[in-house]
């Protein structure tokens, strides 16, 4: 199992963005704007990051 991490962080605000999307966010544990969290690299994440990469800076 892979260790590596993935800094995310939410940059535009979800107002007026779909619903699925809001969720996505959601899902990935951001609430507020310029939060980052550190999520585990799988492929799962990545699906949910590129799904809402408009909204989000991500590093490492």
Do not use: C, F, W
């Amino acid at each position: 199992m892979s260790d590596k991490k993935i800094e995310v962080t939410l940059v535009k605000s979800v107002i007026g963005t779909k619903q699925s999307h809001r969720a996505t966010v959601r899902g990935l544990g951001l609430r507020r704007l310029n939060q980052t969290v550190a999520l585990v690299d799988t492929p799962e994440v990545r699906g949910m990051i590129n799904k809402v990469a408009y909204l989000l800076k991500s590093e490492g």
